[in-house]
């Protein structure tokens, strides 16, 4: 009977007869929205025991980036969280310009600002959306991705595709923004406080939702320190740790913006700290869509951007550092760096090791989701099934950032 | 090639030293982050001192992985090692601790009781690269198939190397 299609042991549940009665949640379930298998161990509805199998979505993407191009790696990076790809491309690129201590010039970084805030706000509206879904709150499920639908709108102007869009590149980013694009942005977000409002009069002060969600899967400040947590999660403890202020990337430092706090560390703070964080999300944005920086959105540096096309097909020069970035890649220095952005989880990390190479020689992601997951079982137990689905909605588990 | 910069750690982590100076070999030359190479047997000393220092611990252990330097260019002490990252997410302190290993024996304790984080990402580290965390309590893989052969991130296994499954369904340790 309790078999595992990818034949993975689950820790150890031991393999006599129990009390207990045993259930799979998924791999194939709507309310995983991926696929990872929960094994329960329940007795009437109540959680006694929980095992968890990951690894369905492995693509071994660490190995894939040893053997391909430092600038075909970004690619690879869009399937890490899907969600919000744009974040994870950053979160790449930063650390191949720390490997090769460059600096991006400030329009880039203004852009790639505004891209990461944009995909925080789909990745929390997608998260409390399908949360609700799972819940039975179909409404604002309709209501939040009608707004995203409207983001990626803005992202398939940007790059031409919408989920995986692969938009920057080591040293800047793969075009500029189209003409009347801010203007588009503006009129996009203009709807989107409403939206939110909206989706906050159906559910936060919902009697169903509140009963579904407060006090579900808790997990105390301590526990989430030990266990890893960052993002969102974290910050639903009440520790306001947050990379964009602890220790500021691009212009983060210079905006106005809130850290958001919630106390208690359930699924409800959870939700209380994903809208919040939209609001603040807001509010960089409305700041970082005035007074875009002029100028290229690439670092004037021939051995690690491509050249302007006027310069490849009219100069010697242009042509040679064309040919030669198409053919051997960027070559960064000797070294060992770690670079760590917010993404919308909570820490995206990269360590990378280069040895001068056309390829990174080890690219490892500290990926915020597997930290989290980690810690499922022990915020469910005691509790039940129904809880277990409102709780995994909330941890916002994207398989393919979880298993890479 | 390994050089101690004992004020930079005196400076940095005050009182390391005075617990684990016989195990503390240097710090890794090729990186700009506080690496410090370490003894392997010297983790379970240096572990348990970073997460209870007095008033200023490390409150996370945010990562651990395994390397393999095997084509490495350059001459590494051994072929593989294993990282470990601790912070103090507040104060944003990080350290980073590297062991290495040899490679017939890649060994080194488990921490899963000190840090309880560190049990997935021994296992995938065990799984991606065939590190043993000795004392671990439920060392199997953790993302490929447990039927797989080899340590996929091994420098010596092909990229474009494929397995065949061999069993569709297995019920081991369930």
């Known amino acids: 009977m309790l078999e595992s299609s990818t034949g993975k042991a689950l820790e150890s549940i031991a393999p006599t007869p129990s009390k207990y009665m045993r259930l799979n949640l998924g791999p194939s379930h709507p309310a995983t929205h991926g696929t990872l298998r929960i094994f329960v161990e329940l007795e009437g509805e109540l959680i006694r025991g929980m095992k968890l199998e990951i690894g369905y979505l492995h693509r071994c993407f660490e190995k894939m980036a040893e053997t391909h191009p430092w600038n075909q790696v970004i690619p690879f990076t869009d399937r890490l969280n899907y969600v919000s790809a744009m974040m994870n491309n950053v979160g790449y690129v930063m650390a191949v310009e720390k490997l090769l201590g460059i600096e991006v010039t ?100 919902n009697r169903i939702w509140i009963d579904r969600t407060r006090g579900v899967a808790p997990i105390s400040p301590e526990l989430a320190l030990e266990y890893g947590f960052t993002g969102p999660c974290l910050r639903a403890t009440g520790i306001a740790y947050d990379i964009r202020r602890v220790n500021p990337y691009y212009e983060y430092g210079n905006f106005e913006w809130d850290v958001v706090t919630e106390t208690g560390g359930d699924t ?34 021939w051995s690690i951007t491509l050249p302007p096309k006027e310069d490849v097909y009219n100069s010697i020069e242009g042509l040679m550092a064309h040919f030669k970035l198409i053919m051997h890649g960027i070559r960064p220095p000797m070294g060992e760096v770690y670079s760590a952005t917010e993404a919308a989880n909570g820490e995206l990390g990269f360590y990378i090791r280069s040895e001068e190479e056309g390829a990174p020689f080890r690219c490892r992601v500290r ?31 994207v398989a393919g950032e979880l298993d890479r | 090639m390994l050089e101690i910069d004992i004020n930079w750690i005196d400076s940095k982590y005050p009182g390391l030293l005075a617990v684990a100076k016989e195990f503390i070999l240097g710090q890794e030359p090729m990186s700009p982050e506080p690496v410090i190479i370490l003894k392997s047997e010297g983790i379970r000393v240096v572990v348990p001192f970073l997460i209870s220092s007095g008033e200023r611990p490390m409150t996370t252990m945010v990562d651990l992985f395994a390397f393999d330097y095997l084509k490495s260019k ?45 049990n997935w990402f021994e296992r995938e580290a065990w799984d ?43 019920s081991q340790g369930l």
């Open chain 1, 367 to 397: 990926p915020p989701c597997f930290a989290i997951y980690q810690a499922f079982p022990e915020m469910l137990m005691g509790q039940t099934v129904s809880d277990a689905v409102a709780a995994l909605g909330s941890l916002n588990i």
């Open chain 2, 74 to 118: 350059l001459d590494m002490p051994e072929r593989f090692a294993v990282v470990y990252q601790f912070a103090n997410l507040m104060e944003n302190r990080r350290i980073f601790l590297k062991v290495y290993l040899d490679e017939d024996k890649p060994e080194v304790d488990s921490i899963h009781d000190l840090v309880r984080a560190a």
């Open chain 2, 128 to 170: 991606l690269y065939g590190v043993v965390f000795r004392g671990h309590p439920n060392l199997v893989r953790i993302l490929c198939h447990q039927d797989f052969e080899g340590h996929p991130l091994r420098k010596d296994y092909p990229a474009n190397q494929f397995q065949r499954l061999k069993s569709s369904t297995s």
């Open chain 1, 268 to 301: 409800y703070a959870r939700y209380l700290v994903r809208m919040q964080e939209m609001r603040q999300s807001l509010r960089i944005l409305k700041q970082a869509l005035k007074d875009i920086p002029e100028g290229s959105v690439n670092v004037d540096d």
């Open chain 1, 106 to 205: 400030k329009r880039c970084q203004r852009i790639r600002l505004i891209m990461c805030e944009l995909s925080r706000i789909v990745d929390h509206l997608v998260c409390i959306g399908t949360n609700a879904v799972d819940v039975g709150a179909l409404t604002c499920f309709w209501y939040f991705f009608r707004e995203r639908e409207n983001i990626y709108d803005l992202f398939e102007a940007v790059c031409g595709a919408r989920l995986t869009t692969a938009f920057t590149r080591v040293g800047g980013l793969y075009k500029d923004i189209p003409d009347g694009w801010v203007e588009w942005c503006g009129r996009v977000l203009e709807n989107l406080p409403r939206t939110i409002d909206d989706v906050d009069g159906l559910l936060t002060n």
